[in-house]
């Protein structure tokens, strides 16, 4: 088989997982960890903050670093598919707008530059405000990738949709 397909579906697979994991640990900071770390006195709360942020830190790196390898290499794949295709430009354009945020807030997050001190000191908000950010760069994502392009139209509601393992569902 194609070597290439298989970068192909490599890179697919790394960007979504990595997605995945950003997404999923920042959720559960925000809901899980920074309301239970609420009721810790003050010197308990910096030592848990301070443990998380080092053992979170190179994931939240190694994550920006490949989903930014990765997200370059998917659309320099889709640009020849995409070719003319406004919509999906504009929509992937703000879906590389907002991930970009996303990531800085991730690295913020986690790092120490005294000058991001007051993102870090707003964690929940921040927390939030990422988790937004990337609730809707996924939900872009999922709408691009479904509504194909302007050259093979979607299935209208009138035809019968056909199921991956065989048979088809007809439309009432």
């Known amino acids: 088989m194609d070597p290439w397909f298989w970068l192909q579906v490599v890179s697919r697979i790394a960007h979504v997982l990595t997605a995945v994991a950003l997404l999923g640990g920042s959720l559960f900071s925000l809901c899980v960890l920074l309301p239970s ?26 994550a920006i670093a490949l989903l930014l390898v990765s997200g370059f290499y998917n659309y320099m794949l889709a640009l020849s598919v995409h070719r003319g ?58 709408f691009v990738k479904v509504r194909g392009t302007p050259s093979t139209p ?10 991956p393992l065989g048979g088809t569902l007809e439309p009432k």
Not at 106 to 135: E, F, H, K, Y
Not at 154 to 163: K, S, T
């Open 154 to 163: 979607q299935p209208r509601p009138a035809d019968p949709v056909v199921l």
């Open 37 to 62: 770390a609420k009721g810790l006195d003050e010197s308990a709360h910096r030592h848990l903050a301070e443990g998380v942020a080092r053992r979170w830190k190179w994931i939240v790196h190694l």
């Open 85 to 142: 295709d406004s919509l999906y430009h504009a929509l992937l354009g703000t879906k590389m707008l907002l991930a970009l945020g996303t990531l800085f807030l991730a690295a913020a997050l986690v790092g120490r530059s005294p000058g991001l001190q007051g993102i870090r000191d707003a964690r929940q908000r921040w927390t939030a405000i990422a988790v937004l950010l990337a609730c809707i760069v996924v939900a872009i994502s999922g």
